[in-house]
């Protein structure tokens, strides 16, 4: 299984592509695959039909997956994008930190 460097819930920039330089949180990841799916942005839209009777289908706008690489963690304390280090603390615990201002993300 690959490990990616970055979690549910957490705030990033996209570095490349049409939504470059847009902010958003992390919906969801997909280790296996690499990628994520970031909220309000890389918008694709999607041919629905309609399921039940008296159902609307047409076309809907959803978030698009891409690929971990493509984005980075903003940090919540300094604000800017950073890469993401690892620390081991006292009491046996792993955590992450940024590497610009060295606080926990």
Request: proline share 4%; hydrophobic share 25%.
């Given at each position: 299984m690959n490990k990616l460097h970055v979690k549910t819930g957490d705030t990033v920039v996209i570095l490349s592509g049409k939504s470059r330089g847009s902010k958003g949180k992390v919906l969801e990841v997909s280790p296996k695959e690499g990628k994520v799916i970031v909220e309000g942005c890389n918008m694709v839209t999607k041919h629905v039909k309609p399921r039940r009777m008296g159902e609307q289908?047409?076309?809907?706008?959803?978030?698009?997956?891409?690929?971990?690489?493509?984005?980075?963690?903003?940090?919540?304390?300094?604000?800017?994008?950073?890469?993401?280090?690892?620390?081991?603390?006292?009491?046996?615990?792993?955590?992450?930190?940024?590497?610009?201002?060295?606080?926990?993300?």
């Open positions: 289908g047409g076309i809907v706008k959803a978030e698009g997956a891409l690929y971990a690489c493509k984005v980075q963690v903003v940090c919540p304390h300094c604000n800017k994008p950073t890469r993401v280090g690892h620390k081991l603390y006292e009491d046996g615990t792993k955590g992450r930190v940024c590497k610009k201002c060295g606080e926990s993300l």
